[in-house]
């Protein structure tokens, strides 16, 4: 009996390592089959990884319903956005007519395919491996054919006045404006005073001048741009043109009647519209001492397009 238990406490080291070793190649052997699932979305413009997805036994065997659902609000989220975060979306920039006529081309709009990217994920869920994001381009819907004829006849203008002896001021009116002068705007484009004007810095030469902040009129750089941004906002809203955002100053402004002014800051708040109207169009800003005008302006046949359309209504 001595023997026996001699025996069995000699082997029994042995068969518990045996044991903790298939343990082991089974956890090696499952973490294997993880890593295997595992999906790596890539930005296939910033080469980045946006997203790590590993789906597990539970999800993919019992509850792909479910599965299938928290993907698609998790895609949503990542290309709309939340009240937290801001969406995967790369603003359309848009095209500009340069001193000679010819088209300074800016950028398209780029957006989530959602669709298929949700489609793409699952087909991965078994075998892993990587997918690029799928991206949307919407470029600027106008022709480059049209360009010569977008400055014949005027749609809306709209004209305000400043004190021109204030020179910082007056300078930051005349760079903005200068900025959004020629900007061509295709059917359906947004168009972004924030995007278009782009930074208001002394890099860009914009000066010190009075702006007015929670109610308080203080000295910032770019003072007076609001000026230019309200005139805009007066122009387009003759052809009431869908407005998708417009800020009110915290107090009056005196140039624009009371609650017509759009007041802009770069990286906050913008003054944005979609050019509804079914036609392209251009924007022209002419700046002199003391006054700014903005129109919008068309070609004699799309303004006819225009009226043609307003007469069924």
């Not at 009129?217 to 741009?225: F, S």
Request: contains cysteine; hydrophobic residues 35%; charged residues 25%.
């Amino acid at each position: 009996m001595f023997e026996i238990h001699r025996i069995i406490i000699m082997v029994l080291p042995f068969f518990l390592t045996l044991n903790m070793m298939q343990i082991k190649a089974e956890e090696t052997k499952q973490e294997e089959v993880i890593t295997e699932r595992t999906i790596k979305i890539i930005d296939p413009l910033t080469k980045d990884i946006v997203k790590t997805i590993t789906p597990t036994d539970y999800q993919l065997a019992t509850d792909i319903t479910q599965y299938k659902k928290e993907l698609e609000e998790w895609v949503y989220q990542f290309s709309k956005g939340s009240k937290t975060e801001s969406g995967y979306q790369i603003p359309m920039i848009l095209d500009k007519i340069d001193q000679n006529g010819e088209i300074i081309k800016g950028r398209p709009l780029i957006t989530v395919n959602e669709e298929l990217l949700v489609d793409q994920i699952i087909q991965h869920s078994f075998s892993g491996g990587e997918i690029k994001l799928p991206l949307n381009y919407t470029q600027s819907d106008y022709s480059e054919k049209d360009i010569p004829h977008l400055n014949e006849v005027v749609l809306a203008s709209y004209t305000t006045y400043f004190r021109a002896y204030k020179s910082g001021r007056s300078k930051n009116i005349e760079l903005s404006a200068m900025a959004i002068n020629n900007v061509i705007v295709g059917n359906n484009d947004i168009f972004s005073f924030n995007s278009v004007v782009g930074p208001r810095d002394v890099a860009a030469g914009y000066q010190m001048a009075p702006e007015i902040i929670r109610g308080k009129m203080v000295m910032g750089i770019g003072g007076g741009i609001c000026q230019t941004s309200s005139t805009l906002f007066n122009a387009v809203d003759k052809l009431e043109l869908r407005i998708l955002e417009r800020h009110n100053h915290s107090k009056d402004v005196g140039y624009v009647p009371e609650g017509r002014d759009a007041t802009v800051s770069f990286g906050g708040l913008d003054f944005k519209f979609q050019n509804n109207l079914g036609i392209p169009f251009l924007v022209k800003s002419y700046y002199q001492k003391g006054a700014i005008t903005i129109q919008i302006k068309t070609s004699k046949e799309y303004e006819q397009i225009l009226k043609n359309e307003l007469s069924k209504r």
